[in-house]
């Protein structure tokens, strides 16, 4: 995680977001029900890569680069007994984090080079045909 | 592997909701792997889905290291011929019924967390869920386990000792593979009725377990109906292995999935602590009453007496009550959802002393689970 002088503002903000992320979350009742759909948790099979496990690392207020390992495809909150919107909350805690500047070096990368190459890899897109899948 | 302190938190928690503290977190790949990690490991919380109701996978004062055993996933041999299936315990129940679909089998115990039960949780816990008045418990389904010891050692238990392990919480080895024995796939339909009062349950409850068709009989109480979006009566799903029910196909699966999100949507509503008493089913209607007086919504798997009373924050100075109750009236104060921490001071001194030496037997350097059931 890279770490940058953060302003007043921006503290200020990253603190709000992150009391709209306790309040998104806070109805949770750590039943799991998510985990059975989440393609991250269903891959590595590791609790804190499971919606769940991400919204109890955000109850403690914890900004964790796991928070950067979800799909944010919203799988979790079609089985959630209680709709809550997790997706929602891990992208303002992932807003929080560059604000308080612990974004990742990687995801930094990404988007400097979809905004120049239109493509994750910062390659020509036409080139690197064969390895997009997803856009 | 193991976690950073901030992801260690995941491990922390479990459905009970309740909260401790791991000294870390670890994942292993195979079985030789728990063998190595238990011998050099002192003290060691044993993992699954983490669906637990009682805290039994919650590590307690930042001194347990959690074995998550979810990598364990091999589902192995198949015996059609047998009807029985090795699966390692990290196999999600779901996934195993879809496997076995295709061979028209299934392993028959169904706990509403079926989702993401693991077959090693639900051995440990010796799960029950809404078919129990047909199939039992989870041990009735096992044929031998495969458990690691307190020194690291693999060995396999049958039936005659299947009892130091399943329902023990992993208080007494680390169960890593099992074999299972498995049932054809039903064709099942299901009818939902309404019902006035407690007298008419437990008469049709009465009349149904006549019925060997029958598979499920899940009761609802007035306002848990009412929450699903039923009418302000008693309810009861029963599920039928024939086509005797009058719901069927896509509307049977949207009824059960009903039933499954009746605790959510009661802990949404500040209903958050979940008990499991087991009575007499003919004794229900000297229990209802109680509950009805104190405002507590109940449902439950009827036909075997598994009762699922609700609290609110509130009305959880009751529940000592209610267990008084439930010894009265000869039941038992945990039916499914097992001891825990939660249930540790309910437990009657005979069952302690019982279990105690289960314990000393099985893991006389208490390295598993300290602190849960006992």
């Known amino acids: 995680m890279s770490t940058k002088k953060v302003s007043k503002q921006d503290k200020l903000e990253a603190e709000n977001l992150m009391e709209e992320v306790q309040e998104i979350i806070s109805p949770c009742i750590k039943c799991g029900m998510c985990k059975s759909f989440c393609p991250v948790f269903k891959t590595l099979r590791e609790e804190h890569h499971s919606p769940r496990g991400k919204a109890v690392i955000l109850s403690e207020k914890i900004l964790d680069k796991v928070l950067f390992q979800c799909n944010l495809c919203k799988a979790c909150e079609v089985r959630c007994p209680l709709n809550i919107k997790v997706c929602d909350a891990i992208k303002k805690a992932r807003e929080a984090m560059v604000l308080k500047g612990h974004e990742l070096k990687q995801n930094k990368e990404m988007i400097t080079n979809i905004r120049k190459t239109n493509n994750p890899f910062g390659n020509d897109p036409e080139k690197s045909k064969d390895k997009l899948y997803c856009c | ?29 195979s079985i030789p792997e728990v063998q190595k990690i238990v011998t050099i490991t002192p003290k060691i919380v044993p993992r699954g889905g983490g669906t637990g109701l009682a805290g039994g996978a919650v590590p307690q004062n930042g001194q347990d290291t959690v074995l998550d055993l979810s990598k364990l996933t091999r589902i192995q041999s198949l015996d059609k011929e047998r009807s029985s299936i090795e699966v390692e315990a990290g196999v999600i129940l779901d996934d195993l019924q879809h496997h076995l679909k295709r061979y028209n089998l299934e392993f028959p115990v169904n706990p509403s967390s079926h989702t993401i039960a693991t077959i090693g949780g639900m051995i440990a816990t010796d799960a029950v869920g809404s078919r129990a008045i047909k199939y039992g418990r989870t041990s009735k389904w096992v044929k031998w386990v495969d458990i690691v010891d307190s020194q690291g050692n693999l060995q396999r238990k049958g039936a005659t000792e299947l009892s130091d392990y399943a329902g023990m919480e992993g208080t007494t080895g680390v169960i ?31 009349q149904l377990k006549l019925d060997s068709s029958v598979s499920m009989m899940e009761f609802m109480d007035k306002r848990i109906s009412k929450d699903l979006g039923l009418e302000e009566r008693y309810h009861l799903i029963v599920e039928y292995e024939s086509d005797k029910g009058k719901i069927k196909d896509g509307a049977y699966e949207k009824l059960l999935a009903l039933r499954d999100r009746t605790y959510p949507l009661l802990a949404s509503e500040g209903y958050t602590r979940i008990e499991d008493p087991k009575i007499l089913t003919d004794r229900f209607d000297k229990i209802m009453p109680w509950f009805e007086s104190k405002n507590i919504p109940v449902f439950g798997h009827l036909g075997v007496g598994i009762l699922h009373p609700c609290f609110n924050h509130d009305q959880e100075k009751f529940i000592p009550e209610m267990m008084k109750l439930v010894r009265k009236l000869g039941g038992q104060i945990s039916g499914e959802h097992g001891i825990g921490l939660l249930k540790k001071s309910f437990i009657e001194p005979n069952d302690k002393k019982i279990l105690v030496n289960i314990k000393k037997r099985t893991d006389p350097i208490n390295k598993f689970n300290q602190g849960k059931v006992i």
């Open chain 2, 1 to 29: 592997m193991t976690l950073n302190k901030s992801t260690t938190k995941s491990y922390e928690t479990d459905a009970s909701g309740l909260r401790g503290k791991a000294k870390e977190v670890i994942f292993p790949n």
């Open chain 2, 176 to 206: 890593v593979k099992a074999c299972l024995k498995l049932s054809p796939r039903k064709l099942r339909t299901a009818s939902l009725v309404p019902l006035e009062t407690v007298k008419e349950t437990l008469a049709l409850v009465r």
